[in-house]
């Protein structure tokens, strides 16, 4: 789509895709399985900096690196990106927007800037929120404790003693 043509225009989109939809976030995910729903949202704030507001949600499958059992993990995603064509305009953007580096003829594949937020706000290493560590693990009771070496075994303990003489 032509992103400086949406941002004159206002205009706004939303739907719902399937992950499947999502070829590099099928493959970080452990099941291709699912939805996500997105809005777009083309404009100009005050200062005239032209922006996409993405919001999308998902519940991709990951697996847990502890436990190596799938589960879902709800994610969202509210960014705001401002729209640049050279590297050099990211340092006029306002805080608070990303850069979006667009090809100079303006054109924006909204699939890939969802995918990129949706990728960006994944963990880097999934762990179920609500998977416990075995007892075995965090048990507290009395293990043992490696006692204080004694003075035999110290091999200075010889050489203290000569000194000492």
Known sequence: MDAWREVRARRSFQGQLPLSAF???????????????????????????????????????????????????????????GLIVEEREEASLPPGY?????????????LAAIEDELLLALPLVPVNP????PEDVTRSGEEEVPSAPEASDNPFAAL????KK
């Open 23 to 81: 070829k590099r976030l099928g493959e970080v995910v452990a099941s291709p399985d699912g939805d996500v729903t997105y809005e777009l949202d083309f404009g100009r704030d005050d200062l005239g900096v032209a922006y996409v507001a993405v919001r999308a949600t998902a519940s991709p499958t990951l697996v847990c690196q502890r436990s190596l059992e799938p589960f879902q993990l709800p994610v969202e995603v509210d960014t705001r990106l």
């Open 98 to 110: 990303e850069p979006l580096l667009l090809e100079q003829d303006g054109k924006l594949d909204p």
């Open 130 to 133: 609500d998977y416990e560590l």
């Open 160 to 163: 203290r003693e000569l000194m």
